[in-house]
């Protein structure tokens, strides 16, 4: 069996685990992705002698836990929780994208194309560009500089490679 090819037996199961746990793995990888790309971002502009913009809006998943919790408990995360409220919510999109991921890929392989970083593009698309600024989570995309875009996507890209080898891996095994 190739890689490009639907396995002898397509089990959305074992698909659905296998993308599962690679959207777990690559969540994480992704956010060390991200803190090492914003401590080397930090050091370039000091070295450019440039002041270090830190933004003080609160994060996405922070707005999002926000609001899921004033639907199921009918008030905010109080400040002490946000930060982890945050991490539950990436990491439960993370997995939850890559869950269906992995159970499509079962069916119709041609969803790894690209070892996953098409994948990802589309998650950042549909996630970043799309659904989060429609949401109202985020300002729009055009409120966005360029470096911001090509960070999310980067991100993204990665999310994506690391969650197809985990993926491809599990499912030889499972």
């Given amino acids: 069996m190739t890689r490009k090819t639907v396995p002898t037996q397509p089990d959305l199961l074992k698909g659905l685990i296998a993308g599962l746990a690679g959207g777990l793995v690559a969540s994480l990888v992704m956010e060390q992705f991200q803190a090492g790309w914003t401590k080397v971002s930090e050091k ?29 408990v009918g008030h905010k995360i109080p400040k002490e929780q946000q930060r982890l409220a945050g991490e539950a919510v990436h990491y439960a999109m993370g997995a939850t994208s890559a869950a269906v991921y992995g159970s499509l890929a079962e069916y119709a392989p041609l969803v790894t194309i690209g070892d996953g970083t098409a994948f990802g593009t589309v998650v950042w698309l549909l996630a970043d560009e799309v659904s989060v600024p429609a949401l109202h989570l985020s300002k729009p995309p ?18 994506g490679a690391v969650t197809e080898s985990v993926r491809r891996a599990l499912r030889k095994v499972l």
């Fill in 44 to 72: 370039i502009q000091k070295a450019q002698g440039d002041k270090v913009r830190k933004s003080r809006a609160k994060p996405a998943t922070v707005k999002a836990a926000d609001a899921i919790a004033q639907q199921v």
């Fill in 142 to 159: 055009t409120r966005f500089s360029f470096s911001t875009h090509l960070y999310a996507l980067a991100s993204h890209l990665v999310y």
